[in-house]
């Protein structure tokens, strides 16, 4: 097996804890039709699955027009309380750390568009800096089209042979394994009840961010 020169990374329910925001985001929505608040234990497994994915869980059956009202507020919500609460999974921090004192670059990709993965990167305050972020509007195409994962490969100039690509979405390892990189299944993130057989049987399997460093040692 080849070393692993370059680690890229999926966000929400990967590198970031976003479910607290999110949820709060869904909630307002919520209560701007009078429904009662979701608990976050209740709705963090749709966190992966963006806007669409949250409002489909946790409003009720409506027509396209009103979800599409639903969906305008949510993201006009979250843009401006999109990191409150956000954090860097335990462990997170330190594998960084790790990654760059061995000189291995390490990118973000995203189904998030730029505009709210931008201000989220800016609030964490990241002592180490991601060398790449394709976002989910980057490119025509996102996840699980392997096209922004080639991109991200591309922009830190690693063969995808030798990237890992982290993901909790089902969709974070079809694109992993389309663009011909390694994959990790993250099985602390929301979308770790899908991760099971099949889909993940050539998959890295993740339980923390420290057991990642077992791959670059």
Same mark, same amino acid.
């Given at each position: 097996m080849s070393r692993v020169r370059a680690m890229l990374f999926d966000l929400d329910g990967t590198l970031l804890d976003s479910a607290p925001d999110l949820v709060r985001s869904l909630n307002w929505v919520r209560d701007s039709e009078g429904l009662e608040p979701l608990p976050i234990e209740q709705c963090a497994r749709?966190?992966?699955k #963006?806007?669409?994915g949250l409002?489909?869980?946790g409003m009720p059956a409506a027509e396209p027009a009103q979800f599409e009202t639903w969906r305008e507020r949510f993201l006009d919500h979250y843009a401006r309380h999109s990191c409150i609460d956000s954090r860097l999974y335990a462990g997170m921090t330190e594998l960084l750390a790790a990654l760059a004192s061995r000189a291995i670059p390490w990118g973000i990709v995203t189904n998030k568009v730029e505009a709210l993965t931008w201000p989220i990167i800016e609030?964490? #305050?990241l002592e180490h800096?991601?060398?790449s972020v394709v976002c989910g509007?980057?490119?025509s195409r996102k996840k699980p089209d392997p096209g922004p994962v080639l991109l991200a490969c591309s922009q830190l100039k690693t063969?995808?042979?030798d990237t890992v690509f982290v993901g909790d979405d089902v969709r974070d390892i079809q694109a992993g394994e389309a663009a011909g990189t390694r994959t990790a299944a993250v099985l602390y993130g929301y979308g770790s009840h899908e991760l099971h057989g099949p889909v993940?049987?050539?998959?890295e399997k993740i339980h923390a961010p420290s057991d990642l460093l077992r791959l670059i040692q």
């Amino acid at each position: 097996m080849s070393r692993v020169r370059a680690m890229l990374f999926d966000l929400d329910g990967t590198l970031l804890d976003s479910a607290p925001d999110l949820v709060r985001s869904l909630n307002w929505v919520r209560d701007s039709e009078g429904l009662e608040p979701l608990p976050i234990e209740q709705c963090a497994r749709f966190a992966s699955k #963006g806007a669409v994915g949250l409002l489909q869980a946790g409003m009720p059956a409506a027509e396209p027009a009103q979800f599409e009202t639903w969906r305008e507020r949510f993201l006009d919500h979250y843009a401006r309380h999109s990191c409150i609460d956000s954090r860097l999974y335990a462990g997170m921090t330190e594998l960084l750390a790790a990654l760059a004192s061995r000189a291995i670059p390490w990118g973000i990709v995203t189904n998030k568009v730029e505009a709210l993965t931008w201000p989220i990167i800016e609030a964490l #305050g990241l002592e180490h800096r991601p060398d790449s972020v394709v976002c989910g509007d980057t490119l025509s195409r996102k996840k699980p089209d392997p096209g922004p994962v080639l991109l991200a490969c591309s922009q830190l100039k690693t063969a995808p042979a030798d990237t890992v690509f982290v993901g909790d979405d089902v969709r974070d390892i079809q694109a992993g394994e389309a663009a011909g990189t390694r994959t990790a299944a993250v099985l602390y993130g929301y979308g770790s009840h899908e991760l099971h057989g099949p889909v993940v049987a050539n998959s890295e399997k993740i339980h923390a961010p420290s057991d990642l460093l077992r791959l670059i040692q």
